[in-house]
């Protein structure tokens, strides 16, 4: 980032963007502000439409309908080419008949830069991204993790103000993946350029967002920082998607402040209660449940169930267990390494704070799309 | 690749030759009865008939009417490789772009011709190339001049074009087939409109099947007898004519050997000379 520039990063609108495959609505009213300089996920599972907003704001695809303004211009109908985004690809495209060097020159090449200029801007870009010593060698002689860092090195040397990344990650094994995820955390910080980040990890969205976009059959369900996703989803959907999570359904009562479910001859309750004629659910976050021997005594809890212990996982700072409750439904409790250690087939009893359990509207097609 | 290597020397070799090739050896038996020897007899008599020297080969040169034949079989050949990549690139490519269904329709399109004889071939192009013929007649109908295509080399190259197209578009197909065409989404998105993406990318990818295919059709057209013989006059008399003359009319065997031997030791040279051209700059492109 030259000195004393502002933020070089464009902001991104979507303002209710569509885009139908004959009856199939890949996308369905999407919109969405992206800050200049926001590094946003757009997070979902495949089909979800989060490809297709990348390839919507790239120019590679063309809306049905909606506008698209790229640091305040309209460029629905702008070509690709046009449009000074750069793209980095799951699949790294670089050009195989070119040496890394000209890969990253090509770029400054198409806009007439001067040779001096181009030699400085492709070992600056390279050095970027830790692969300066590379220029002479071709796309063939790299590593999947190399060739990738190229292909960013390309796709930011020509100073775009947006950089859009398609699952960049996704072809990579899981140790080089979470060094290039701080890798790329370093280079939006260091570029200041708005990223857009396309991924069906949550966890890859958690370490490098800002905000985090979580798509669902077309639709948004729901934006918002990480913290504000896992503490705070609106929908079972992100609360299922983002993180661990228990979901415990029943046959609910509601009396205007609080919520009550019977579960398998149980009775649970939550002191809020949702909107709508949706029947509400409970979800909990495995930090919020704790498990106890029946009979124990439970101070602070307000809600016991009875299950068994289906699995029990070390997990060195703590254990993870799944516990099969009586209606045969699964939770999933994380406890810290202090306190009882349970076995498999244990009879416990599963207690949680009403406080904590977030009510949602059930969506059956959730289970759907999760799985 | 590393697959295909033997893992040992002891499980590749067996005895005096390695697996792999002894494999080859039906192949190379054949090869050497069908080409191998006739070649090697047709060296042999262009040195020795009438008598041992070389006087086949002064002939060949001292008589100006051979080499300006020379040079019209590769000018003609030169052509017709040409005019089979212009024809073919657009052609292999909508076979890269198209469903399955279509490009099986292409390609029978390609192949069914192929499968015609050379001389019925040929003459369908007399049909429709002679002066009152079908092209000449619709000339005439849409109020232009008639042009004269039979007895030209304009006739032999469109000719021989036709029947050696499928040697063109096959192996650029393949080479097509393997390039990914998302390198041009990532070529536009680096700034490049559709044409520069094509000539920066697509083109230069797809070159290794240009040179293969050119080098069979070329070689292929030097040879050609047929077509030339029919559709040609004598003005566009291709070398092939005169060996056949040589041989078949007047029985000298060692004037029609020393042509041919000509024509071959010129061939390889032409290609030794194209070969630091097409050699590939980069090894193994990024073909999935």
Not at chain 1, 158 to 163: E, I, S
Not at chain 1, 263 to 289: F, H, N, Q, W, Y
Not at chain 1, 304 to 330: F, H, N
Request: proline share 5%; glycine share 10%; aromatic share 8%.
């Amino acid at each position: 980032m030259k000195p004393g520039q502002e933020s070089k990063g464009a902001a991104i609108d979507l303002e209710s963007i569509s885009k139908a495959y004959g009856g199939f609505k890949a996308l369905d009213g999407v919109s969405l502000r992206i800050e200049p300089g926001e590094f946003m996920t757009l997070l979902g599972p495949s089909g979800s439409g989060k490809t297709t907003t990348l390839n919507v704001v790239a120019g590679f695809t063309d809306l049905t309908s909606g506008k698209l303004l790229v640091g305040g211009r309209n460029v629905v109908g702008v070509p690709a080419h046009k449009r000074n985004i750069g793209v980095v690809f799951q699949h790294y495209a670089l050009f195989p008949h070119m040496s890394v060097g000209r890969n990253v020159a090509y770029p400054l090449t198409l806009r007439g830069v001067d040779q001096a200029e181009r030699k400085a801007r492709v070992a600056r870009a390279l050095d970027m991204v830790k692969m300066g010593d590379f220029a002479h060698r071709y796309p063939s002689e790299l590593s999947g993790g190399q060739q990738q860092r190229v292909a960013l090195a390309r796709a930011i040397v020509f100073d775009p103000p947006l950089l859009l990344m398609d699952e960049p990650l996704g072809a990579l094994d899981k140790k080089l993946r979470e060094w290039l995820q701080l890798e790329i955390k370093r280079i939006h910080r260091e570029l200041g350029t708005t990223f857009v980040y396309v991924t069906h990890d949550q966890e890859e969205a958690l370490v490098l967002s800002d905000r985090i976009a979580v798509f669902n059959r077309g639709r948004i369900e729901q934006v918002g920082t990480g913290r504000e996703l896992y503490d705070e989803p609106t929908t079972l959907f992100v609360g299922r998607f983002i993180g661990d999570s228990t979901v415990l359904r029943g046959e609910a009562r509601s009396d205007g402040v609080s919520t009550a479910l019977r579960i398998a001859g149980e009775t649970v309750t939550a002191p809020r209660r949702i909107a709508g004629e949706a029947s509400p659910v409970m979800l909990l976050r495995p930090e919020k449940l704790a498990i106890r021997r029946p009979g124990q005594d439970a101070a602070g809890t307000s809600n016991r169930l009875p299950g068994t212990i289906a699995e029990a996982i070390y997990l060195g700072s703590g254990s993870k267990y799944e516990v099969r409750l009586a209606d045969g439904s699964m939770a999933i409790v994380r406890t810290p390494l202090t306190g009882d250690s349970f076995g498999l087939g244990d009879k416990v009893e599963l207690c949680f704070d009403g406080a904590d359990a977030k009510l949602l509207a059930d969506d059956s097609s959730a289970d759907a799309t999760l799985t | 690749m590393s697959a295909l290597e033997p893992t040992t020397p002891s499980v590749a070799k067996r005895g005096w030759v390695s697996r792999p090739f002894a494999l080859t050896l039906p192949a190379l038996i054949l090869l050497a009865a069908v080409i191998g020897y006739p070649l090697l007899t047709i060296m042999v008599r262009s040195l020795s008939e009438p008598q041992w020297g070389v006087q086949n080969y002064l002939w060949f040169f001292g008589a100006p009417v051979n080499l300006t034949v020379l040079q019209r079989t590769f000018v003609i050949s030169a052509w017709v490789t040409v005019v089979c990549v212009v024809c073919a690139y657009p052609y292999a490519y909508l076979m890269t772009a198209v469903g399955p269904r279509v490009r099986l329709v292409l390609v029978l399109c390609v192949l069914i011709p192929f499968w015609v004889s050379g001389v019925v071939r040929t003459l369908s192009w007399v049909i429709l190339l002679q002066d009152s013929g079908v092209i000449n007649s619709l000339l005439r109908a849409a109020g232009f001049d008639g042009i004269r295509l039979i007895r030209t080399q304009t006739g032999v190259v469109i000719g021989m074009a036709q029947v050696l197209l499928p040697f063109m578009i096959l192996p650029l197909y393949s080479v097509m087939k393997g390039i990914d065409l998302r390198l041009m989404r990532a070529a536009q998105s680096l700034g490049a409109r559709p044409s520069r993406a094509f000539f920066t990318v697509y083109l230069p990818l797809s070159l290794p099947g240009v040179y293969a295919g050119a080098i069979i059709v070329f070689i292929l057209a030097l040879g050609f007898y047929i077509t030339p013989a029919l559709l040609g006059g004598p003005r566009s008399t291709m070398l092939s004519t005169l060996v056949q003359t040589q041989v078949l009319s007047l029985l000298q065997w060692g004037r029609g050997g020393a042509m041919g031997v000509v024509l071959l030791v010129t061939t390889f040279v032409l290609l030794a000379l194209a070969a630091p051209v097409m050699r590939s700059r980069y090894r193994e492109a990024g073909r999935r």
